[in-house]
């Protein structure tokens, strides 16, 4: 799990960077409009439109905004309409690698995902090639000192949660796909400050990278996630931390 947990970390540094770009409140959008289609307007009834309301509102998009976005999905007003697609492939050293695009130009979309994995190290597989050694799971974040750990266990495990993790600066929080609702809605009740909620992907087994093949992936990861249509990028590659810290110096320099 330990490669999921260190990815999200460099997307949450790199959140402010693709807000200034425009490019975050793009997917947040598309994220919207796609969940109220999919599960209807109402967030407290559609568990993933209620998870892409809160991450936009953790993004300070303004709430006109968000309701415009919804009443798109649900037809109130007219507007792109949205597919949600994933794609797998490889990256260095044959990393899997999982993709979750929102497209309106399916063509369009896996034409330039490919090209994107040819010119960076990987090539675009078949449909099911990777998705099995992933796990669909929830995940949740608190802030480390905003909880007690005694407090916390006690509240996910009761709830259903399989597993919790102490970082640096956060409790993590895994749940199975289908408690991850009730779990996150014990932690409001209980009054525990939530930092993140969402369904992710964790793969079931990881390679480990290190040197040069680290940084290649994860520049590999930042082009893909730079990318307009892409909603989220999973791999199963463990990453030290200090390479992580390496390639956010250079990008940042």
């Known amino acids: ?3 999921h947990s260190k990815w999200s970390t460099i997307k949450h540094k790199k959140a402010a960077q693709d807000a200034k770009r425009g490019r975050l409140f793009t997917k947040l959008i598309k994220e919207l409009t796609v969940s109220a289609r999919l599960g209807g307007g109402d967030p407290e009834g559609n568990p993933r439109l209620r998870s892409a309301v809160a991450a936009a509102k953790g993004a300070n998009m303004p709430a006109d905004n968000i309701k415009r976005a919804i009443q798109k999905g649900t037809g109130e007003l007219p507007g792109v309409t949205f597919e949600s697609v994933s794609y797998e ?9 999982f993709i979750e695009v929102l497209t309106d130009n399916k063509n369009r979309t896996v034409a330039e995902i490919r090209h994107l994995l040819s010119k960076h190290g990987g090539n675009l597989g078949e449909s ?5 050694m992933f796990e669909r799971k929830g995940y949740i974040t608190v802030p480390s000192g905003k909880a007690s750990e005694e407090q916390l266990l006690e509240t996910v495990l009761e709830a259903g949660a399989e597993d ?5 600066s956060a409790f993590e929080v895994y749940t199975p796909f289908e408690e991850f609702e009730k779990v996150r809605h014990a932690m409001e009740e ?3 400050e939530i930092e993140s909620a969402e369904l992710t992907m964790i793969p079931t087994t990881a390679i480990h990278l ?3 093949e680290a940084e290649r992936m994860l520049h590999l990861m ?3 996630e730079d990318h307009e249509d892409v909603k989220d990028v999973y791999i199963n590659a463990e990453i030290p931390n200090d390479s992580f810290c390496q390639s956010l110096v250079k990008r940042q320099g």
Do not use: C, K, Y
């Open 1 to 3: 799990m330990s490669g």
């Open 89 to 97: 492939g490889f990256g260095p050293a044959g990393v899997a690698i």
């Open 128 to 132: 099911g090639s990777v998705n099995w």
């Open 164 to 168: 919790l993790q102490l970082t640096d």
């Open 190 to 192: 209980a009054g525990i």
């Open 210 to 212: 290190e040197g040069r």
């Open 222 to 224: 930042e082009v893909l």
